[in-house]
């Protein structure tokens, strides 16, 4: 005997609510309803997937296991159903999108008019956020697809160019750097710097392009966005790396910020569309790559 797709799902939902009645209030069904489908499940696979003390819900090893395995097999049945309900109609139909923070606001607004023009029957639900969490989206089937930034890497995803997108420096007026003609290799300094908080991918990219040490502990001014950066850099507090789209986006745009390329090979990041390997979107996450082609 096999375990049924409703009793994977009670499983995975009691995995992210830890709880009984979160869980059964999830899956809109009782709680008895729930911890019957749950103990159905321990019969089937032979061992304890929960332990329940103190009111508390905690996953054992199989159940961990399970649901790790659940997560997939959902996805996939989540998959068939949304394929079956659009065959024939590609990039119709609910939608699931994750977008990094340093892509949304410059990406999205200009792209987004001309793909509901192009796919009508489209409903787009966008989710932004950084990138590991994206990509955990994705495995679990909680993404139908994410737009991020390579390099990266991750396993059992595949992905479709949108383009590339250089990293710029942004000075504060008056700054050595601030000067006219691109900024030499060799002149960022650790020390000098302004970075995204930890997590942001174009933080890494960025000290991974110039060969620049990640700073620790409290060496480095972090902000949690680029709007927050570029404040900071206007304010004179140190310089920092912006994306080109966001540059053209306007966001540099106030007093005493100075955008400047870097001298010998200009830093890039890939933009690209990702998804799960073996997605049944797959094709139209290549069509939604192609709809977003930076110009």
């Not at 192009?118 to 909680?142: H, M, N, Q, W």
């Not at 001298?263 to 890039?268: D, K, L, S």
Request: some cysteine; charged content about 20%; proline content about 6%.
């Amino acid at each position: 005997m096999l375990p049924t797709l409703r009793q994977l799902q009670y499983l995975k939902l009691l995995a992210e609510y830890a709880s009984f009645s979160r869980a059964a209030e999830a899956a809109h069904v009782s709680q008895p309803a729930l911890s019957a489908g749950v103990q159905e499940l321990e019969r089937i696979l032979g061992a304890p997937v929960v332990e329940r003390t103190r009111g508390q819900v905690q996953l054992t090893a199989v159940g961990a296991e399970a649901v790790k395995r659940a997560e997939d097999v959902l996805a996939r049945t989540e998959d068939l159903v949304e394929a079956a309900k659009n065959a024939g109609k590609p990039l119709s139909g609910r939608f699931r999108l994750g977008v990094i923070p340093t892509v949304a606001p410059f990406l999205l607004p200009a792209k987004l008019p001309g793909l509901k023009t192009a796919y009508p029957a489209l409903r787009l639900f966008i989710r932004e956020d950084l990138t590991p969490r994206l990509v955990a989206g994705l495995k679990s089937g909680l993404l139908d697809a994410a737009v991020i930034a390579l390099p990266y890497t991750a396993h059992g995803v595949d992905h479709a160019r949108i383009g590339d997108d250089e990293i710029l420096a942004a000075a504060p007026l008056g700054h050595a750097l601030a000067g006219p003609g691109p900024i030499a290799p060799g002149s960022l300094k650790a020390e000098d710097l302004i970075l995204l908080e930890d997590g942001h991918c174009l933080r890494d990219q960025a000290l991974a392009a110039f060969d620049i040490e990640a700073p620790k502990g409290d060496d480095v001014f972090a902000a949690t966005s680029l709007h927050t950066l570029v404040q900071m850099v206007s304010s004179g507090l140190g310089v920092s790396f912006l994306p080109e789209m966001a540059v053209r986006a306007g966001l540099a745009d106030m007093p005493g910020v100075v955008v400047r390329s870097i001298a010998a090979r200009a830093p890039r990041r890939e933009i690209v569309v990702a998804w799960r390997t073996g997605s049944s979107r797959a094709a139209e996450a290549q069509l939604l790559a192609e709809a977003l082609k930076l110009d």
